[in-house]
């Protein structure tokens, strides 16, 4: 099955500083990429989608300044949690999703970011 | 917008099978039901999904009613490992149709 990767798994960062988590698709080309976010005990929260080669969507109330996602390649997607904040501590997980069949989105293993 | 309803949680007795309804009696013509499932901080792996024929595959048997208006996910030797929440969701096959996940359905396998 097609398989999606994460890195870092966890990263925990002080308040005002960046960081960046890697969302890769391992053995197929993914023309399209999500963001998700999930908070403890929470369901999973749409936060934007890339296209490769395109400026992403965000989706209504995240911050696009804030949380940058860059989509360079058909196997990366980076997101960039700038200046963050301790309530920006959350569960962050991407999803791949090719048009070679059906359409199907592959989740990755998520990275649990806190904030101190 | 809710598009799907199902239990907030279940339990079942490990080794029996164990079945999640879920409703989504304004489904669409052109949309099928997705089943995925969270394993506690896992990011959701898929299980199964159906357009209107009931689907079977080497993880799950999904029956979906004629009407297409509520499906249910049959788990049919349910283990410890299947401990999770599960998620039904409906969505467009083509197209740029997001999977958008509701509050799912935890369920609990019992030793």
């Known amino acids: 099955g097609a398989v999606v990767s994460q890195h870092p798994s966890r990263v925990i960062c002080k308040s005002g500083t960046s960081v960046k988590i890697e969302c890769r698709s391992l053995?197929?080309?993914?023309?399209?990429m999500f963001w998700y976010r999930q908070f403890p005990k929470k369901s999973l929260m749409l936060m934007a989608t890339?296209?490769?080669?395109?400026?992403?969507?965000?989706e209504q109330g995240v911050e696009k300044d804030k949380f940058l996602i860059n989509h360079a390649s058909l196997t990366l997607s980076t997101l960039t949690v700038t200046s963050a904040h301790p309530e920006d501590s959350s569960f962050y997980i991407c999803?791949?999703?090719?048009?070679?069949?059906?359409?199907?989105?592959?989740f990755g293993p998520g990275t649990r970011l806190t904030v101190t | 917008d809710a598009k799907t309803t199902q239990p907030p949680s279940m339990d079942c007795a490990e080794g029996r099978a164990a079945n999640l309804p879920c409703n989504h009696s304004?489904?669409?013509?052109?949309?099928?039901v997705y089943w995925y499932r969270q394993i506690h901080s896992q990011g959701p792996q898929y299980i199964i999904h159906?357009?209107?024929n009931n689907e079977t595959n080497e993880m799950a048997s999904l029956i979906i009613t004629e009407d297409r208006k509520s499906s249910t996910l049959i788990l049919p030797h349910a283990t410890l490992r299947d401990t999770a929440v599960y998620y039904c969701?409906?969505?467009?096959?083509?197209?740029?149709?997001?999977?958008?996940f509701g509050t799912g359905t935890r369920l609990t396998i019992i030793p």
């Open positions: 890339s296209n490769e080669g395109s400026k992403a969507t965000y």
């Open positions: 159906g357009l209107k």
């Open positions: 969701i409906v969505r467009a096959q083509f197209g740029n149709e997001k999977l958008t």
């Open positions: 304004t489904i669409s013509g052109n949309e099928y």
């Open positions: 053995d197929f080309q993914a023309t399209t």
């Open positions: 999803s791949a999703r090719f048009s070679g069949q059906g359409y199907e989105q592959y």
